[in-house]
């Protein structure tokens, strides 16, 4: 192991000496963070900029197979796919034929993973005429042509219909742009004056990460860089090495489903993983995992690397960076031509990032089998993203994109702690855009965002609570959904925790008297509304195990009228932990602040609040005598 | 004049008096943190000074550690839970470890509970229109339970408030009639009229936690003081290290949550000055951290916005200083790969370096120097310590580790070395600054034993070591100036036509600030934040520039945002159209500073002795030892030696030369 190498050995190996490799290490996560930087503060597209789509990397030169020993602080969703997208874009480009100044693209799923809109450029770095590394940016652009503006869409069938695929070419040679490459890309996509200064950005950044590598291999030398490049990768996958060998071995399963695709509601799509550990290595299978979809849910085998690595992280290496040295132990087994792993052309892919949500649910179960009490309760399980247009009185068009729907949502719970309610999912990360700029920029009226009382899935350490959030569309407006989740709940409990509830959306009929007449959070609100997700009973419209499957994509928009009042409820999140066995304070707490009822306390975790939490919430006390009771005789579930 | 810096272990207070500079610390007390200044006060003496100048970082501590009053927070109904919610984002090592929370989160720690956080049945759109009337009889429930709770103090924000204040006004009036006319109250429009609610709110919610702690606070100092005989007047310092008459401070008390490091950046700003060289990177070493900033051509970075703690963010002009866990207390450890690692843990002052000898038994960085030679085991803090070798020399030993000795102890100084070099160069980075251009002012107590040692690695022009490195903060509030500012919002696109509109939001303000403050001999600076249309991201502090907005001038105006963008991006999109968000104005009243007394010449210094300074070199090297008192202006010193005062030690390495200037100063350069 590499703590044990003598001064000599560890130079020969990594061609510098200790503390150089330790500067340098850091020095690589520095150069990441600030070509993000530089992208993250000049984006233009609100998917860029508010919720991180994008990845910077540093890697390695062919000889070192494109190891990847920095990794930026955007969203974990693409980080499994990073070293593989580079080296594929560049072998098919050819290494040969890159000079100093290049940008190489390419965007197509199938070799660079995610989807369309997320494009790679890749920039070589150069030593003493020799290529020394590459500069990676893979930045989400607000089009990439195809059948629905934006991407954003479950209904997509074919390559053909999900936007323009870019095999790997120049943007810049020796600095100067290639024009026909430019020319393919804005003829195609929609929003030119975003994407236009969006792509100069990033091209800005890994200029900027160019040159600071290049200043590092001038004063530490390029064979100290290449050296702690091992270093780094190495260092990683000892740790991972380390942390497997104190699990017990065994072989556990797990899985997770998307309700449907975007054709109809006849087929559920089913990931399955077993996970079989021996020693110091890990097997991840995913056979009998569901056929592709017939429309664009699908994701491919990059994204599988990028969710086990995630999981494993979680649960190994929680601290730290990613690197490429985190798979060396890790053996994956996919079939073709599955939801994670689809196949060009009828194999479309765009919301990967749902396909990434229901498997991190599959292997957190499995892993829970393996890893104790460090198991991880399941999330709310999507991202629900909601986007609507719609026209101005005076004909001028808006967008809200992923800011009015279910994207805000709960955590599960933990070892640690309570799940946090505010969040997005797992895999994702981004700012929550102010109320008052979206309705600067929007015709909306936020009515309410807030936590519904009893909902978290109860645990010695809950869950996070659903969110309900009522938006007001003052004009006609045209609704799209991505809500893939809803027919179970997907938040599920560990280590004795119980699950969270499900979840659903409703659209409201424009209220006779404006907001004073907007509907409340009770069930009997619910018989006025619509359903567009969710299962729900037919008569009441309230959500119900037993009840209906409301399908979201009958049609590929929802149109409401000026006033009409849309209604996001998230799935909440698992508890960990038997919620008998919570702190009765804490469940006080809980009431005090109106996340549990006084009823939901005793039922859920046997715990006797007595007062009035609405108008006294100081003068809550505990019943100790009927908790005793309570809690003595927990009841059958 | 009189600066008094407050910090968590040591009171700070420096006295100028007819050109005299004097010192004096004393141990802060946190359960009575006025105490401190007024024994301060007492042995420095504050008879016929002009000035009190007070920096604390008290209110950071107090959000910190959450010992803070019982507050509650209006909004408007059904969004009470923003405050749960901050700007939502993860940090890096927020996104792959499951025990991570929001630190002020529901779930975590929140700085106002939910139950005292009620919503208020109104609303305003955000075109300033109402859709709801406030609902009176609803607010007055809501404060009934608060007041049942018997809350201190009330915050009060609601949603497009930054629009038409109407609703809050009228609720701090509720609030008054309701819970007493004492109750601490703040509303958002008046405390920061700023787009987008959580910074807004949170602005709000942390100006009425500093009018409860300042409050009482600040009447009993000013008294105490009047009582010593102090007949001048009393400031204080805020996040940029301007200063405000103190009744003034405490009617937007969230400016001064945290004062202390930028006073750093002002001291080192001022140093420039005198030495003509406006071109700084400052760098702060205490005994956990080292605080990093930079002055460009004679002006410290200002942000608009400060955070507290992650995403603890209150809208405040703030000196952007950036931190690494790396100082005279950092703790040395050994990584699972067998690196070794310095910091980010500190041993703190209690129980302190292995050497102190009061029970620490992890080597940390001032163990390393001990160890070294660079550290003199007698002299310490004015001698007023002593430090054990041997104890330290059993914490390297102790280290889980194949590496030597030496190379414990060697690795340890060169790594918090290359930490520091590493974070200065990233701040130099991130502002597109070259460092060759800049100097390197050296400071805090531990930062001339190790600053030097950066200068190969950083490639700075030089280092400056200040006179009184250990002092040199609280010397900044005494080279300040009065800066009283308001800010509003509107999202406004710049273009000829709006013209009227933006002048009459300037002159509002300007009449505002007039009524409030004494204009003579004042300068009005105005600036703008703005975005390309389409951005969210604001680019900060766009200078306006003198004379009326006008149709005619508007196009340079937009210009001049093209130039910042360009500045701090490197990319200029003049087709975007921009668009107004934040409109400042300043007002800077000159204050009275401190000069710095010349040395007499004295070019031929006599080394006071020799030792070894080992663990640098493959052999220990022999470095004479100079007293900083003796030197003189035109003294020259070749590394390696070592330079002592009373609560400092500076290293000359190898190869480098140092030079005494006009002020004491200590520099540094590279020999040719």
Redesign the interface.
């Given at each position: 192991v590499i703590r044990d190498l003598d001064d000599a050995a560890f130079a020969e190996r990594y061609g510098c000496d200790r503390f150089t490799a330790t500067v340098l290490a850091n020095r690589f996560g520095y150069v990441v963070e600030h070509m993000c930087s530089r992208l993250l503060t000049a984006a233009f597209s609100p998917i860029l900029r508010d919720f991180y789509d994008f990845a910077g990397t540093i890697a390695g030169p062919p000889a070192s197979d494109y190891a990847t020993p920095a990794m930026s602080n955007s969203i974990v969703l693409f980080t499994g796919t990073m070293t593989d997208s580079v080296r594929n874009t560049i072998e098919e480009y050819g290494p040969e034929r890159l000079e100093p100044g290049d940008v190489i693209v390419a965007n197509d799923p199938y070799r660079t993973g995610t989807h369309v809109n997320d494009m790679l450029f890749v920039r070589p770095v150069f030593h003493d005429g020799a290529l020394l590394a590459f500069v990676n940016l893979k930045a989400h652009q607000l089009d990439m042509g195809g059948a629905v503006p934006g991407g954003f869409s479950c209904t997509k069938r074919t390559v053909y219909e999900n936007g323009l695929v870019l095999s790997p070419r120049p943007l810049y040679r020796r600095g100067e742009p290639v024009q026909e490459t430019w020319s393919l890309i804005f003829d195609n996509v929609r929003f030119g004056e975003i994407l236009f200064p969006d792509m100069q950005s990033v091209c800005a950044g890994l200029q900027l990460g160019e040159r600071l590598l290049i200043e590092s291999a001038q004063r530490y030398g390029a064979r100290a860089m290449l050296g702690t490049i091992d270093y780094v990768c190495d260092a990683n996958a000892e740790r991972i090495a380390a942390a497997l060998a104190e699990l017990p071995d065994g072989r556990w399963e797990g899985w997770d489903m998307a309700d449907c695709d975007g054709v109809d509601d006849s087929e559920e799509y089913r990931v399955q993983v077993a996970i079989t550990k021996r020693g110091e290595r890990l097997e991840v299978d995913l056979s009998g995992t569901s056929r592709q979809a017939r429309s664009c849910i699908n994701a491919t085998a990059l994204d599988v690397k990028t969710t086990v690595g995630v999981a494993l992280k979680y649960l190994l290496d929680p601290r730290g960076a990613f690197t490429s040295g985190l798979y060396r132990n890790v053996d994956i087994v996919l079939p073709e031509g599955t939801v994670v792993s689809a196949m060009p052309p009828d194999g479309a892919v765009f919301a990967y990032y749902e396909q990434s949500q229901v498997m991190i649910s599959a292997l957190l179960r499995a892993l829970a089998g393996c890893a104790g009490p460090r198991a991880i309760a399941g999330d709310r399980g999507g991202t629900d993203i909601h986007n609507a247009f719609g026209a101005r009185p005076d004909g001028s068009p808006w967008v809200s994109a992923a800011q009015c729907g279910g994207e805000v949502g709960p955590f599960g719970g933990t070892r640690e702690g309570d799940g946090d309610t505010q969040m997005l999912s797992y895999q994702a990360n981004g700012i929550g855009v102010a109320v008052e700029q979206i309705e600067a920029d929007v015709p909306v009226v936020m009515v309410r965002h807030e936590p519904v009382p009893d909902s978290a899935g109860p645990g010695r350490h809950r869950g996070g609570a659903s969110m309900l959030r009522d938006t007001m569309w003052l004009g006609p407006t045209e609704h799209h959904l991505m809500s893939l989740r809803a027919k179970r709940v997907a938040g599920f409990g560990v280590e004795g925790g119980r699950d969270g509830r499900a979840g659903g959306v409703w659209v409201f009929d424009p209220p006779a008297d404006g907001l004073d007449g907007a509907p409340g959070t009770g069930p009997e609100a619910y018989a006025a509304a619509r359903p567009l997700a969710g299962v729900v009973d037919p008569e009441t419209n309230v959500l119900d195990p037993a009840g209906r499957y409301v399908y979201p994509f009958d049609q590929a928009g929802h149109s409401t009228p000026p006033g009409a009042i849309l209604r996001y409820l998230n799935t909440s999140a698992g508890g960990w932990g038997d919620p008998f066995e919570r702190d009765p304070e804490m469940v006080k707490r809980d009431v005090r602040d109106g996340y549990v009822t006084i009823a939901g306390a005793a039922r859920d975790y046997g715990v006797v609040v007595v007062g009035d939490p609405d108008e006294d919430p100081e003068g809550l006390t505990i019943d100790l005598g009927a908790t005793g009771r309570l809690r003595g005789q927990p009841p059958r579930r | 004049m009189i600066g008094v810096d407050v910090g968590g272990t040591f009171t700070d207070v420096v006295a100028v008096r007819d050109g005299q500079l004097t010192v004096t610390k004393v141990p802060s007390d946190a359960a009575q943190p006025a105490a401190a200044v007024i024994e301060g006060a007492r042995r420095i003496g504050v008879e016929g000074s002009a000035v009190f100048n007070h920096a604390s970082t008290m209110g950071l501590n107090a959000v910190i550690t959450r010992r803070l009053p019982k507050v509650a927070f209006l909004t408007t109904?059904?969004?009470?839970?923003?405050l749960?919610?901050?700007?939502?984002?993860?940090?890096?090592?927020g996104?792959?470890?499951?025990?991570w929370?929001?630190p002020f989160?529901?779930?975590?720690r929140p700085l106002v509970?939910?139950?005292l956080r009620r919503g208020i049945v109104e609303?305003t759109?955000?075109d300033g229109s109402e859709?709801?009337a406030l609902d009176e009889a609803q607010a007055r429930r809501q404060l009934a339970?608060l007041r049942?709770?018997a809350v201190e103090g009330v915050a009060i924000c609601l949603?497009?408030a930054?629009v038409d204040a109407t609703h809050e006004r009228r609720l701090r009036e509720l609030v008054h009639e309701e819970l007493g006319a004492d109750v601490a109250v703040s509303i958002s429009s008046e405390t920061s009229p700023l787009?987008?609610?959580?910074a807004r709110a949170s602005t709000t919610v942390v100006d009425v936690f500093m009018k409860l702690i300042f409050g009482r606070y600040s009447a009993q100092l000013d008294e105490e003081l009047r009582a010593l005989g102090f007949a001048g007047d009393l400031h204080f310092a805020d996040c940029a290290a301007t200063l405000l008459p103190w009744r003034e401070a405490l009617e937007k008390p969230f400016r001064i949550v945290f004062a202390g490091p930028a006073a750093g950046t002002i001291s080192s700003t001022r140093l420039g000055a005198a030495l003509g060289t406006g071109n700084l990177l400052c760098a702060d070493v205490g005994g956990t951290s080292t605080d990093v900033s930079l002055v460009v051509d004679g002006a410290p970075f200002v942000n608009n916005t400060f955070e507290i703690e992650h995403d603890v963010v209150i809208n405040a002009l703030s000196t952007e200083v950036s931190s690494v866990g790396a100082g005279g207390g950092s703790i040395v450890s050994i990584s699972?790969?067998?690196?070794?690692r310095v910091g980010p843990e500190s041993a703190g002052a209690d129980p302190g370096p292995a050497c102190y000898g009061r029970g620490g038994e992890q080597p940390t960085l001032t163990d390393a120097c001990l160890l070294m030679g660079i550290l003199d085991p007698g002299g310490f803090a004015g001698g007023e310590m002593a430090l054990d070798p041997e104890l330290a020399r059993r914490a390297f030993a102790a280290l889980d580790?194949?590496l030597s000795f030496e190379?414990r102890v060697a690795?340890a100084y060169?790594?918090a070395v290359?930490?520091i070099a590493?974070e200065v160069?990233?701040v130099a980075?991130?502002h597109g600054v070259d460092p060759r251009d800049f100097s390197l002012v050296a400071y805090g107590a531990a930062g001339p034993m190790l600053l030097p040692a950066a200068l190969e690695l950083l490639h700075v022009a030089r280092v400056i070591v200040p006179p009184q490195p250990g002092l040199f903060s609280a010397m900044g509030l005494l080279s300040t100036d009065l800066v009283h500012y308001e800010s509003r919002s509107a999202?406004v696109l710049l273009m000829p036509d709006a013209a009227a509109d933006v002048e009459e939001r300037y002159k509002e303000m300007e009449q505002a600030l007039r009524a409030r403050v004494d204009a003579n001999g004042a300068t009005i600076r105005r600036s703008l934040d703005g975005r390309?249309l389409?951005?969210?991201?604001e680019t900060p502090f766009v200078e306006v520039g003198d004379g009326a907005i006008t149709a005619e001038t508007m196009p340079a105006l937009v210009e001049r945002f093209h130039d910042a963008y360009e500045r701090?991006?490197?990319?200029r999109?003049p087709y975007?159209p921009v668009q107004g968000v934040t409109y400042r104005v300043e007002l800077v009243v000159g204050a009275d500073k401190l000069e710095y007394a010349e040395v007499a010449a004295a070019p031929d210094p006599e080394p006071a002795g020799t030792l070894e300074l080992r663990y640098l070199d493959d052999e220990p090297l022999q470095a004479s030892v100079y007293d900083r008192d003796a030197l003189g202006l035109g003294a020259t010193i070749r590394g390696p030696a070592i330079v002592r005062e009373p609560l400092s030690t500076t290293v000359v390495m190898p190869g480098q030369t140092a030079a005494v200037g006009r002020f004491g100063e200590i520099v540094i350069e590279a020999q040719p």
């Open positions: - | 109904e059904g969004h009470r839970d923003i749960d919610r901050g700007t939502l984002r993860r940090p890096l090592d996104q792959t470890d499951p025990s929370r929001r989160g529901d779930a975590a509970p939910r139950y609303r759109l955000a859709l709801r339970v049942r709770c949603l497009n930054y787009a987008k609610e959580y699972p790969s067998g690196d070794i580790t194949p190379q690795f060169r790594i290359a930490n590493e160069m990233n980075v991130r999202y390309l389409g951005q969210s991201w701090r991006y490197g990319n999109f975007v």
